[in-house]
């Protein structure tokens, strides 16, 4: 117990963990220096609202493009960094030295001199200046400082390698040396082009994250994720080990609209981890189940940090695709992980948290069915009713649907004031009563259905999508609490418009601090892709993980993990998914097609951003489980073992889906089809988490546990095993391939096997993969997929490639043999090996059964009570 307390962290210690993190660790006491620290995130989260709205095309006033939004943007970011950020733990942090003061102006400039000498620069490409060239060496060494001091050393030293490297090229060793760069293309490179620091990473920040991290920075001020805990426990924490259940779901729900990790363990681990250890969890568990759904919280879209914004433009999919693959993994590892919690619960013989009215089974089996209609009618109402005054009223509908959504609002506002408010608490003695919980605060909802909305039915960007759904939230946060108190016809402080334009103004500081991290990281992690486009390193790169794999898959894909993994414990997640994607992506596909695998980008680009993000509860450095540990009181590398043994069953879908697409909703011809595969993996996930925990009914037996990982390896991919019996592919000659062209339908994708030779000499065989055009005859066909070929002695080669076309982008390169076609078998689906497979499960559900019916104790009943 004395242990237990002197490891406890105070709520003040708790923020100022977070505000080290997220937002600078300087909270000033002089005015001015106090007054910047406010002021300018204020003006960044105004800057961010006005380049977002179209305002400035509606009132042609301060018009700017992208190259110049990314300079300003930047430029806030840089000096914030400076002075919201001390230079070292020892600095002082009550105020702002003079030497700060200097270098956050310094660096403002030189990060917005892009902007405030457009015109100039637009005027000498690639023949920069000598003062040009001051500004950006000087600009490149400040971006440096400001990430080490944001982020901490290891981005910082990764960005001054890859410098090194870009300039020192004639002097590496063999395998990765190259020309070099000179000082003019390099800083043209790095500062002054797009290529580099102001490239695609910090586009998407400019353009995307910020609006998304400001929406979520008002949701919260606005109270809900207040509200999201308290639904949560109201709904889940009478379950067995409910209260760990219920900080599953509300991290799931808090991490939607958070993107950090870090902050999500604190804001829900306050309330949830005491709850936890009240009703028997130990510190290290209770921290490592909060530990683990928090950075969960990151895989769930729609905000997802920054990850799912820089899929939008490395992968070259829209937004709703991102989430569209994103959503199966992150659904299916929460369920897992309330699972998981259940087992835990089941062995240590846990309780719930008491109800304060007792209902019957009936009374709460029907609540559960309106929940779930409730649900179902608003996402109808959203997509079809919408819809459908979109297509009655044309222009108009947007107004419309304001004067609807106003009156919502208010509906909603009077309904939840017909229930006590919601008190933050950290502590309860029984659980609230769910319908009032709800009931109190749906009004949060109508932001994520306008955000929704217009995803789905306007079509909208997602940056001008979240900015309309912020203007709601803005009104929210502004309004709730006068037309509560009117409602309530309660006076005072608490429902004042004062206290509202207060809570807005705190949301868009808050916005604005919270990005500082996220715009540095993203401007140093430019400097790597930058360096990759201008040494050609990711071919280097290619040939030296083949060697280390030996060219085999799944080496390559370990390699690829650990890497993450490893960086991801000193780089933040966006970061950690720039640098590896951008170094790793490329070897993936590339290795998966010379081992006849067809992986999709999205596919690796994902399985890059898991690892990263399972970086945040690794041990020893993950930051997320000494946050939680210091509300547990436990030990912090325990709990970091404790919640990385939880997230095992996260760190197993990256493999899963890249080598089952339909997990990502990929392939997926039918609505059966879908049910099917999302049963599958349920059912896999569900029998891998009690093969990793040795528990369902009761413990595990050595022969069960490994029926149980059978089970879940054949259900996660059926096709491993049915590929032997049914190969998948037939193979046809390439001389047909003309006549196969020509027959084969719109949108069919051509797979073709090629042999082609690399730099050094060395053969290589891959797969590539291109979709077929609208009919016509075949050699149209395949110039519209960007080639043509030629015939020699019953042999086929690629003749030419057109510039920049599908062909070029899969590789195809001149003079590569096409070695034959592959045809899709027609064969019975690959899903009837769910059928042995359910077999085996039932074999070791009997088993235990029988077993838990024997021996002796408490075990026996509990398994059958679970969710009573």
């Known amino acids: 117990m004395a242990t237990e307390t002197k490891n406890l962290l105070t709520a003040e210690k708790l923020e100022q963990m977070v505000a080290e ?7 000033p006491h002089g005015r001015i220096s106090k007054g910047v620290l406010f002021f300018v995130p204020l003006l960044w989260s105004l800057f961010q609202l006005w380049y977002s709205s179209p305002l400035p095309f509606l009132l042609d006033f301060f018009v700017i493009n992208d190259t110049q939004a990314r300079s300003i943007h930047l430029a806030f970011a840089m000096f914030l960094a400076y002075t919201a950020f001390p230079t070292f733990k020892s600095s002082p942090r009550k105020f ?110 400019t ?55 870090i902050a999500n363990v604190v804001t829900t681990g306050t309330f949830t981890i005491p709850l936890m250890k009240k009703v028997g969890f130990t510190p290290e568990k209770a921290g490592g189940i909060e530990c683990a759904s928090s950075v969960n ?51 240590m013989g846990l309780r719930g948290l008491p109800k304060r009215h007792k209902k019957t089974l009936a009374q709460s089996l029907l609540g559960m069915v309106s929940v779930l209609l409730g649900v179902i009618l608003i996402g109808a109402a959203t997509y079809y009713g919408l819809g459908w005054i979109k297509t009655l009223a044309g222009e108009a509908a947007i107004y419309i649907v304001a004067v609807l959504a106003l009156a919502v609002y208010l509906i909603l506002l009077y309904v939840a004031c017909r229930v006590p408010e919601l008190e933050f608490t950290t502590d309860m003695d029984e659980l609230p009563d769910l319908g009032q919980t709800v009931q109190a605060g749906l009004y949060f909802l109508l932001p994520v259905v306008v955000l929704m909305w217009c995803l789905t039915v306007e079509q909208l960007s997602p940056s001008l999508s979240v900015f309309w759904a912020t203007v709601l939230l803005l009104v929210i946060v502004v309004s709730q609490r006068p037309i509560k108190g009117f409602f309530r016809r309660i006076h005072g402080e608490e429902f004042s418009f004062r206290r509202g334009i207060d809570d807005l103004i705190a949301g868009l500081v808050a916005g604005g601090r919270n990005m500082i991290g996220i715009g540095v990281a993203t401007a140093a992690a430019g400097i790597v892709v930058g360096t990759v486009t201008l040494t050609g390193i990711a071919l280097v790169m290619t040939e030296f993980v083949e060697f280390i794999s030996l060219g085999n898959m799944a080496l390559t894909l370990i390699f690829t993990a650990l890497f993450s993994i490893i960086l991801g414990m000193g780089l933040p997640t966006t970061a950690n998914y720039i640098v590896v994607s951008t170094l790793m992506a490329p070897v993936i596909i590339s290795l998966g097609a010379q081992n006849g695998l067809l992986i999709p980008l999205v596919a690796v680009h994902l399985f890059v951003f898991y690892f990263g993000v399972l970086a945040d509860d690794t ?37 899963v889906f890249i080598f089952n697409t339909e997990l990502l909703m990929i392939g997926i011809g039918s609505t059966l089809h879908f049910i099917v595969v999302v ?80 730099m050094n000499g060395d053969e290589f065989t891959m ?21 043509n070929t030629r015939n020699e002695d019953g042999r086929v080669f690629i003749d030419n490639v057109v510039f920049n076309s599908p062909a070029e982008k899969a590789r195809i390169d001149w003079d590569q043999e096409i070695l034959d076609l592959q045809v899709l078998a027609d064969r019975p689906p690959k899903q009837w090996m769910f059928i042995p497979a359910l077999v085996l499960l039932v074999l070791v559900l ?17 398994p059958t009570q679970a969710f009573n």
């Open 846 to 862: 009997w088993s235990q059964k029988r077993r838990a019916r024997r021996s002796a104790g408490p075990q026996v009943n509990q």
């Open 679 to 758: 049963a599958g993996a349920l059912i896999a996930m569900l029998a891998f988490a009690s093969a990793t925990q040795n528990y369902m009914l009761t413990r595990n037996k050595l022969w069960e546990t490994a029926l149980l990982l059978l089970v879940a390896f054949i259900m996660f991919r059926p096709g491993f095993f049915w590929d032997r019996i049914f190969p998948e592919l037939e193979t046809r000659s390439a001389t047909e391939l003309e006549q196969f062209v020509s027959d084969l339908p719109s949108g069919k994708q051509l797979r073709l096997t090629l042999k082609g030779e690399k």
């Open 297 to 347: 919280g990151q895989i769930t879209p729609p905000v997802m940090g920054a990850a799912a914004f820089l899929m939008v433009e490395y992968v070259g999919i829209s937004y709703l695709e991102v989430i569209k693959h994103a959503f199966l993994p992150a659904i299916i590892a929460y369920i897992a992980l309330v699972y998981i919690i259940h087992l835990e619960a089941c062995k």
């Open 96 to 205: 702002i030295p003079i030497q700060d003061w200097i270098l956050a102006l310094v660096a403002a400039f030189a990060a917005a001199y892009i902007y405030l000498n457009y015109t100039g620069l637009s005027t000498r490409p690639g023949a920069p200046i000598t003062f040009d060239l001051v500004v950006s060496a000087v600009g490149l060494i400040l971006l440096l400082e400001a990430t080490r001091r944001a982020l901490g050393p290891p981005l910082m030293v990764i960005g001054t390698l890859f410098i090194i490297y870009a300039f020192a090229g004639p002097y590496m060793p063999d395998i990765i040396a190259h020309k070099g760069a000179s000082l003019v293309k390099g800083m043209s490179h790095y500062w002054l082009s797009t290529e580099g620091v102001f490239g695609v990473a910090l586009g998407v920040s």
């Open 207 to 261: 353009g995307m994250v910020f609006m998304f991290v400001l929406f979520g920075s008002l949701l919260e001020k606005a109270g809900a994720g207040n509200y999201f805990i308290k639904v949560a426990f109201a709904g889940l924490g009478h379950m067995r080990g409910g209260p760990a259940k219920a900080a599953v779901v509300s991290s799931a729900m808090t991490g939607m609209i958070s993107g950090s990790s």
């Open 21 to 27: 993190i997220d937002s600078g660790g300087r909270a």
């Open 619 to 655: 041990p020893p450095v993950g930051l997320a489980a000494f946050a939680a540990a210091g509300i547990s009181g436990g030990d912090p590398i325990r709990t970091g073992i404790q919640g990385f043994m939880y997230d095992i069953r996260t760190a197993i879908l990256p493999f």
């Open 767 to 787: 797969v590539v993969s291109l979709a077929a055009g609208k009919k016509a005859p075949a050699q149209e066909r395949l110039l519209a997929m960007g080639f």
